[in-house]
Nanobody, 124 residues
Framework: QVQLVESGGGLVQAGGSLRLSCAASGRPFSSYAMGWFRQAPGKEREFVASISWRGGSTYYADSVKGRFTISRDNAKNTVSLQMNNLKPEDTAVYYC?????????????????WGEGTQVTVSS
């Protein structure tokens, strides 16, 4: 099992930037891929980005491609999501998650452990 704690959420104006971080403990960090998901009020949780176990591969939802960057530091057991050019439609609770395996994972079923989430609000 993996324990995950997100940080870095907040309120930002459209066009601004935020950086989310997620600290992991438990299962060896380099043994699984990581991902970020988000959930807006009244909507299902949706995939945002994923990174493979050594960080060599990344994958993004079309809605964030070119604006968000996922990265990981296996020495520090952390994964980050740099979010630039934020839009009001990016407003959601953002969750980091630990995958069941080492390669890119894009659905909620692929993930075994979840953080509590951090709120991101983008004002217009």
């Amino acid at each position: 099992q993996v324990q995950l704690v997100e940080s870095g959420g907040g309120l930002v104006q459209a066009g601004g930037s935020l950086r989310l971080s997620c600290a992991a403990s438990g299962r060896p960090f380099s043994s699984y891929a990581m991902g970020w998901f988000r959930q807006a009020p009244g909507k299902e949780r949706e995939f945002v980005a994923s990174i493979s176990w050594r960080g060599g591969s990344t994958y993004y939802a079309d809605s964030v491609k070119g604006r968000f960057t996922i990265s990981r530091d296996n020495a520090k057991n952390t994964v980050s999501l740099q979010m630039n050019n934020l839009k009001p439609e990016d407003t959601a609770v953002y969750y980091c998650a630990a995958a069941k395996w080492r390669t890119i994972a894009t659905t909620t079923r692929d993930y075994a452990d979840w953080g509590e989430g951090t709120q991101v609000t983008v004002s217009s």
